[in-house]
């Protein structure tokens, strides 16, 4: 049987297209990474999120290297935590999970784009290279507040990304004359060393210890401030680490001369233990 030259060039050319449109459907589908939400992440019960390893404590850890994890809870209408900061030139690994109904988790002008199902954990793993700041939406119709369910992906220059976190322990009263303590608990969020200093400011007196800290550890300085020097009356005072700042006030209240008994009485026994 004679074939048209012609004939056997369309055919040749339906064959190529067919061998193409399947090819480009595979690489599409196996090629960049793209799979369906599956139990990769693992399964979790909706009901003991609070009390689960990961998500119990949401937000961003640092693994080591370059390498981070962001635990994030989708509930209506909102993500826990609203705001995540990674640093530019790291891998960062979201786990997300939904407390109620089935959300999504996209990052806006990225390819993360995952459906949050309950029960179900999504895991993907991304390089953040430059700073940049993105949105997150949520994609899968969620009920009334859909439209209003959002959150915040900062990526921060090295250099401005911290993990420290600074949590102080002050008395608000002390008896007038007397000594007190101050005292910060410095706490390292990431798996590295962290050497740095700890500086109050109470009244017109300033104090700076060093605090030396181990990967992932935490460490208290004690400042001694004497109301003395400080004199009577209200004391406002500011701890900063870092970036981190907290401040309070200092009352230096003289309790045997002023009729307060109350505040006085309650302070001056125990404050000083
Ligand atoms: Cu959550 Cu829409």
């Known amino acids: 049987m004679n074939i048209h030259t012609y004939e056997k060039i369309w055919l040749v050319a339906a064959m190529v297209l067919i061998v193409g449109f399947i090819a480009t459907i595979t690489y599409g589908a196996v090629g960049p990474g793209i799979a369906m939400v599956d139990?990769?992440?693992?399964?979790i019960d909706p009901d003991e999120i609070n009390d689960h390893?990961?998500?119990g404590d949401t937000g961003v850890e640092h693994?080591?290297?370059?390498e981070y994890e962001v635990a994030v809870v989708a509930q209506a209408w909102s993500y826990f935590p609203e705001e995540i900061d990674v640093p530019a030139n790291s891998e960062v690994t979201f786990y997300v999970t939904s407390r109620d109904v089935t959300h999504s988790f996209s990052v806006v002008g990225t390819n993360i784009n995952t459906m949050v199902i309950p029960g179900e954990v999504s895991q993907m793993t991304v390089e953040f290279d430059e700073?940049?700041?993105?949105?997150i939406l949520c994609n899968e119709y969620c009920g009334a507040g859909h439209?209003?369910?959002e959150g915040k992906l900062n990526v921060v220059p090295e250099d401005e990304f911290d993990m420290t976190e600074l949590d102080v322990e002050a008395p608000d009263e002390v008896e007038a004359g007397n000594e007190t303590t101050i005292n910060a608990t410095v706490s390292d969020g990431m798996q590295t060393d962290l050497e740095t200093t700890a500086a109050l400011e109470i009244g017109d007196q300033q104090y700076e210890e060093p605090v030396a800290i181990e990967g992932a550890g935490s460490e208290s300085v004690e400042f001694a401030v004497d109301t003395a020097e400080l004199g009577d009356g209200d004391h406002d005072w500011t701890m900063t680490v870092?970036?981190?700042e907290e401040s309070g006030t200092l009352s230096a209240v003289n309790g045997s001369d002023d009729g307060t008994d109350d505040s006085a009485g309650g302070d001056g026994g125990d404050g000083d233990a």
């Open 39 to 43: 139990d990769d992440g693992g399964s």
């Open 53 to 55: 390893e990961r998500f």
């Open 63 to 66: 693994v080591g290297g370059n």
């Open 131 to 135: 700073p940049g700041e993105y949105g």
């Open 147 to 149: 439209h209003d369910m």
């Open 242 to 244: 870092d970036d981190e």
